[in-house]
Each structure stands twice: as C-alpha cells, then as structure tokens.
C-alpha cells in the first residue's frame, strides 16, 4: 500500500501534470475519496433503515393479521344475490354481544351464554366513495331467516316470523353464527353483503380508548339503575347531563343504555347508537388515515374483530379503511328500516323497505344522486310492465300472500313491492315449497278467483290456480325473475318515509337522540 502510494505522482509527473497543479488535483482526489466514504455510509444507513423499517412494517402486519378471527365461509348459503347485485360495496356491521374472550367482564353474564347481536346495520359504500349509508335493523324485527350450518354440519329449515337477533344465536354457541346473519341479511334485501365485520364488547372498548375518546351528548343525568333496571336502586352516577367525551367501560355503558333514557325503546337506543358511530368516524377522519394513526387503531381493533374471509388479512383490512377514507360527512348517513310495531315486536313495512333496497342497488342517495357512475338504461320497474299498474288503489281490500317459487334470492320481496304499490295488502313473504317454477302462478280459494284475476293483472302471464283452502297466493316463477332484471327500477331516491328521519355523520351531536 505505501508503495502504490508513493508510485502515483511519478506516474502523474511523468504524463506532464504542471507541479503547481499537483497539489490541488490531490486535493480534489482526496475530496472525492471522502465524498465517497460519505455517500457510501449515508447509502448504507438508507439500507439499514429500509431493512429495518420493512421488517417493522411486516411484523406489524404479522400482528395484525394474527389478531383477526374470520368465520368459515362454508356457512353462507348457496342461494345468495349475485355478486355486484348493487353497484356499490355492502358491510354488514354486528355487535355482538358474546360473553368469551373475557367479554363477560364488561358485560357481565356468564362465558357460557349463547351469543347474541346486540344491534346491526348495514352499510352501502357506494361506488364513489365519497357517499355512504348506513340502515340499522332493529334486534327484534320479525324476517324470515333462512336455512343456516349448524355445528354439526347440518342446516336448519327456513324459519319466517322469528326476530332478527335470533339468526346471530343458531346453532346456540357461546360465539355465535355470524354467516347466518349475514345470510338472513341476503334473504332480506335481495343485496350481495360483500363483507361482515363483528365486534365485539372488548373490541368497542379498545377502539374508543385507542383514539383518545369519543364526544356524545347525554340528555340527563344517568344512574347505575337506567343501565341495569333490576337494581334496588338508583345506584352511582354514570353520567352527567351534557357534551362530553367517553371511551373504553364507559363507551360501551352509553351506546347499551335503553331503559333509563328516551323512551326506552330499543328504537330509540338505535338513534343514539348512529349517533354515536357518526362522532367516531367523525373524530378518526379528523384524526387521519395515517398508518401511524391506522396501526394503532387496526391493531386495537382486529384483536376482538370477526370477520368474513374476503377481510381476513391485514392488508385487506387495511385497504378496505383507506378506501372509506374520501367518504364526505354530510353524505355518510345513518337511516332506520321502514319499521312499525307489531305487538312488543318491530315489523318491516312495505313497500318502503322494498324501494329501499332498490335504491341501494341503483346507487341511489337520499336525495336522488346518482352515485355509481353511468344511469342504467333498462327502463321502468316490472311492475310497470302491466297496462294496469298504475292504478295505486286497484287491490284495495285485497290479501295476498307472497311466495318465491325460484333460487332468486329476494324475489319475494319485490313480488311484495309490486303488490302493495298497487295498494295490496301482503300478509307475508316466504320461500316456496319448491323452487322450480317457470312461470307465476296465483293461487286462490273458494269465491276468490275475481280478486286472483285482478292479482294477475300486475303479473302478465302468470297462471291461476284454484285451491280447496282460503286465501291468495302469488307464487313467482322465473318468468317474474326475467321481467324484474328485464325491466330494473332505478328509484329517484331512498323513500320519503326513510329519508326524513336521516342522521348525518356531521349532525349536531345532541339532535334527534331519542324516538318518542
């Protein structure tokens, strides 16, 4: 090395490098040598940290996706909507509220309980992603829940007429069955449910601690004893009248009170829920979709999260969030199913229900937009397809029972929406015995065949059929399925009925909390 060293000059010397030069050309070389050890060291502290930062970021999301739990898709039914039914993306959210994991000690009960879903909603992202809604199903709406996997691997039969809740309990484990509540969900609306995402008491918990709190707006003051209305008494204060921020125990205490607040009504818990939902995503948006504010809230969450296998990893969880994240306030809105009382329970009225769906699967907003991108061609409703269905009151005083007699997820429900547009009064929506019918058939008894014929006016083609028993029946065939998807309703918005009792997510937090 010393002599290489001291070799170089003489060979510079010998090329006629002027000596008055020499120095300042070994300046430079001595410049540039260090230079290089700079850049190198700067190069090489660049790849540490990449190294080191991709290794953070993959442990990161090794963690994430060894929180998540998902269910096993083999329990969604074989019947469902086609995939893109709507032109936007459909989530259905539970919370549930399942004793295991250590859930029992924010909710009390036992480990053991059967799990229930404590509330439900149904979020339609549409295909701009800047508007979303959300339709909140009331626990103890009476639906048909139809066949679901049970443990064991067998399938119960349809069950019509039972409440909502009853469909998260089948199988009676202490988890619950997810995929029967979103199979009951598919039965309802005639929609694809993309995903489902179950949260449970720990997970709530853990979300509203993780970003520092959650604003609501409490009417009164609340004791232990409006939480628990089987206390002796009134108990210690939970709450004092006024704004103020709540997260963990305390989150979830707010968003369970029924009895002591309101009206008691689980309608109106509902109200003050969407509320509450509405300020959470209010304050993650404000906060940012960051991933140094994402992974702390990914990672709170996923660790009591369920979710359907097309969410099971953290990057498609994670996608899924950043997708939400150009979703406006104001247009993120918070509605109820068209609902009435029927007895202690909550019966699904129609045909607002039925528009609704329709409008969700037109990507229509609540005030008429066209949020999916280009306006379908196919023309007016099915139901239009009749030279007589413009009369509103043509069925007047006439029940009818609806049956779907093909695989059509929802077909019912529309068959329903076509009747009692026309003013028919449908005394219910089942699957048929069978689910083979080519074409429509009106079923009806004796003295009834003047009221079948007007029935058929609405169903073109369609067959009459008399029977020994009462009652008119409408049993779809494929021939009502063709003119449906023929002949698709583009609504120009969400129902009145529905509309006018929206929450937006940038809603003043202490307005319409309470129905009643």
């Known amino acids: 090395m010393t002599t290489s060293h001291k070799t170089a000059p003489s060979r510079r010397r010998s090329k006629g490098v002027p000596p008055q030069r020499r120095g300042g050309s070994r300046r430079r070389a001595s410049g540039g040598r260090g230079g290089r050890s700079r850049g190198r060291t700067a190069l090489v502290m660049a790849l540490s940290l990449v190294v080191l930062g991709t290794a953070g970021l993959g442990w990161l999301y090794l963690k994430l996706n060894g929180n998540i739990n998902t269910f096993g898709a083999d329990g969604l039914s074989d019947n469902r909507p086609e995939a893109g039914s709507s032109k936007g993306e459909n989530v259905l959210v539970i919370g549930s509220d399942a004793r295991v994991g250590g859930n029992d000690a924010l909710g009390g009960g036992s480990k053991d309980d059967i799990g229930r879903s404590d509330t439900a909603f149904l979020l339609h992202v549409y295909a701009d992603h800047r508007h979303a809604l959300a339709v909140s199903i009331p626990r103890d709406t009476l639906v048909t829940i139809p066949p679901c996997k049970l443990p064991d691997g067998g399938w119960t039969e349809s069950r019509p007429n039972t409440m909502f809740n009853a469909a998260y309990s089948v199988g ?102 969407q509320a509450f939902v509405a300020s959470l995503i209010k304050k993650v948006k404000a906060d940012g979709f960051t991933p140094t504010k994402l992974f702390p809230l990914a990672d709170a969450a996923t660790k009591s999260l369920t979710v359907d296998p097309g969410l099971g990893s953290a990057d498609k969880l994670l ?116 689910q083979n019918h080519a074409i429509t058939i009106i079923q009806y008894g004796p003295g009834r065949q003047a009221e079948a014929e007007t029935v058929a006016k ?37 129902p009145t009925s529905v509309a006018a009792d929206a929450r937006s997510a940038d809603d003043d937090l202490c307005s319409n909390l309470s129905y009643g």
Request: overall charge neutral.
């Open 458 to 494: 609405l169903f073109p083609g369609a067959e009459l059929q008399a029977l020994t028993g009462p009652g008119i029946n409408v049993v779809l065939g494929e021939d009502f399925t063709a003119a449906a998807d023929g002949a698709s309703a583009e609504p120009t918005s969400v």
């Open 319 to 434: 996608s899924f969030a950043m997708s939400l994240k150009d979703v406006d306030l104001h247009n993120t809105k918070f509605v109820t199913i068209p609902w009435r009382y029927e007895g202690a329970r909550v019966a699904i009225v129609e045909p607002d229900a039925s528009e609704l769906w329709a409008a969700l699967r037109a990507d229509r907003t609540i005030d008429g937009k066209d949020a999916g991108g280009k306006k379908s061609k196919k023309g007016k409703a099915a139901a239009s397809a009749s030279p007589d269905a413009g009369q509103g009151d043509l069925g007047k005083g006439i029940d009818v029972g609806v049956y779907n007699g093909t695989t059509t997820p929802g077909l019912a429900t529309r068959g329903a929406s076509v009747l009692t547009g026309r003013g028919f009064t449908v005394t219910g929506t089942e699957n048929a015995g069978s």
């Open 172 to 273: 009676n484990t202490a988890e619950g069955n997810p995929a029967c509540s979103q199979n009951t969900v598919e039965h309802l609306t005639g929609l694809r449910v993309d995903h489902t995402v179950v949260v449970d008491f720990k997970g709530f918990a853990a979300l509203t601690d993780v970003v520092g709190g959650v604003p609501v707006c409490v009417p009164q003051d609340i004791y232990q004893k409006d939480l628990n209305p089987n206390r002796a008494s009134r108990g210690s204060l939970l709450f004092s009248k006024g704004e103020q921020k709540v997260s963990g125990k305390q989150a979830l205490d707010w968003v369970r009170i029924r009895h002591g607040i309101g009206d008691g009504s689980d309608i109106g818990r509902i109200k003050r829920q």
